[in-house]
């Protein structure tokens, strides 16, 4: 079935560094791909997406780049800051109408002042 | 515009018992997906409702059964609880439509804990 892998599992950076994180999907069919971010205690929330007719995504400090190709993307956050401390998940679907959305097992990122 | 909400915010159950939990749809959203999200894991597809029906499932036994209401409210109901089963349940509701189809929003989830 469909699996998304996730690395690394745990990213520590010091505030105003850059982190990324990594993913690799199975289904060749996927074409959106949606990054979600989860506070201690609170909801996945979205903070960016991309869709495969386009490589790259940017959205002030955050980017998502995509190779379908290879089957991976990646999240790029710049200018890290201590709120951005959190657990993101990345996920991937087909896209079309009412399909499901498998997400990865989450990357614990934590922003050291 | 109201948003995904989810009920009850916790529930402890004991081995063998039966559970109902319950989601309303972000307004406008007519799709609504449940998730499954053990501690320190991402969430696990369950299954997917559309028009009243279920619309995908993933890799759950047939003890976990849902409903979805013509308001688009929806249930996840689960049998014979097994102690695995304690984890935080998501709803999440979607448009359903070509353009944002698999745009999820999240409610705040359920907190099952299974003794």
């Known amino acids: 079935g469909e699996n998304v892998e996730q690395h690394p599992s745990t990213l520590s950076v010091q505030e105003g560094d850059s982190a990324v994180i990594k993913c690799t999907y199975s289904d060749s069919a996927s074409n959106y791909f949606p990054w979600y971010k989860q506070e201690l205690g609170k909801r996945p929330q979205l903070i960016i997406d991309?869709?495969?007719?386009?490589g790259e995504k940017k959205d002030q400090r955050i980017a998502v780049t995509l190779n379908k190709t290879a089957k991976h993307f990646s999240l790029h956050i710049t200018e890290t800051q201590p709120e951005d401390s959190a657990v993101y998940f990345c996920a991937a679907s087909r896209g079309t109408s009412y399909d499901k959305v498998i997400f990865g097992p989450g990357t614990s990122l934590s922003v050291i002042p | 515009e109201t948003g995904v909400t989810q009920s009850p915010t916790h529930l402890i159950k004991t081995r063998g018992q039966q559970v109902t939990l319950r989601c309303s749809s972000q307004s406008g959203h007519n799709t609504v997906s449940w998730y499954q999200q053990a501690l320190g894991q991402g969430p696990q597809f369950i299954f997917q409702y559309y028009r009243e029906e279920e619309n995908g499932r993933g890799n759950f036994p047939p003890r976990f059964s849902g409903l979805q209401f013509p308001n688009y409210s929806s249930e996840l109901n689960v049998n014979a609880l097994e102690l695995d089963d304690s984890a935080l349940y998501l709803c999440a509701s979607s448009p359903g439509q070509t353009s944002g189809a698999n745009v999820l929003t999240f409610g705040a989830g359920s907190r099952l804990t299974v003794l």
């Open positions: 991309i869709r495969s007719n386009v």
